[in-house]
């Protein structure tokens, strides 16, 4: 039975904003606006080839850049540049309105939250580009924390960071390791969010609420 929640914890990637839907919205204008592709048939081809090698954001962002110079390597206006590539994308993130009004909710009631993520330093430019660094100072990035979730004791130290004890968290994340396994064994609460994925069966733990839209939360926190 989950027990009374005191303090929330979210992944960023795919669960405080959809991060496949973002990324598919600034490829489709990018290659039309800068690849200058116009033919609705081979820009479908275009995102389904570049979708396929970005995984969501777990494939090599490298293999991403290779693969649209080798497609147009001639278009003006083209980087090459991996930090120039994704710029462009991190440029156009924002919260969903839904996670926007989630957080407006948090604050208006004095509960406590933060963001544990995994990835490289510009995970920090994409928090800073939805405004998360002037609503919470729980704020923890792999990358300069020194491990990466699932390992519970990023978990961990986010608790501390809120002052909750870990059993009266709840972590709302997409991925079922990383996320609800990883706050599962740091003895949290968990919400999984799937984002039109299944629920892999070969894990180890099931999520304790299941839930298709951030606003679903407010039932269980009373907001």
Request: hydrophobic share 40%.
């Amino acid at each position: 039975m989950p027990q009374h929640i005191d303090g929330i914890l979210f992944d960023l990637d795919d669960t405080l904003y959809d991060r496949g839907a973002a990324f598919n919205r600034w490829l489709n204008s990018y290659i039309q606006d800068t690849l200058k592709v116009s033919e609705p048939k081979e820009i479908a081809a275009v995102l389904q080839s570049i979708s396929v090698l970005d995984s969501g954001g777990y494939g090599s962002k490298k293999a991403v850049v290779e693969e649209v110079c080798r497609l147009y390597p001639a278009a003006d206006g083209m980087s090459s540049d991996l930090g120039d590539f994704y710029d462009l994308f991190f440029g156009q993130l924002v919260l969903d309105c839904e996670a926007m009004a989630l957080l407006d909710l948090l604050d208006n009631s004095g509960i406590p939250y933060g963001v544990v993520t995994n990835g490289l330093e510009r995970q920090w430019r994409k928090i800073d580009k939805m405004g998360l660094r002037e609503r919470t100072s729980c704020l923890f990035v792999s990358a300069t924390f020194g491990c990466e979730k699932p390992d519970p004791a990023i978990f961990i130290a986010a608790a501390n960071c809120l002052k909750i004890e870990p059993q009266s968290i709840l972590f709302v994340g997409d991925h079922p390791i990383n996320d609800i396994l990883g706050a599962h064994k740091a003895g949290m609460q968990t919400a999984w969010i799937p984002r039109g994925k299944p629920w892999p069966q070969d894990c180890a733990v099931v999520p304790d609420r299941v839930i298709e839209s951030l606003l679903e939360l407010t039932a269980h926190l009373s907001l």
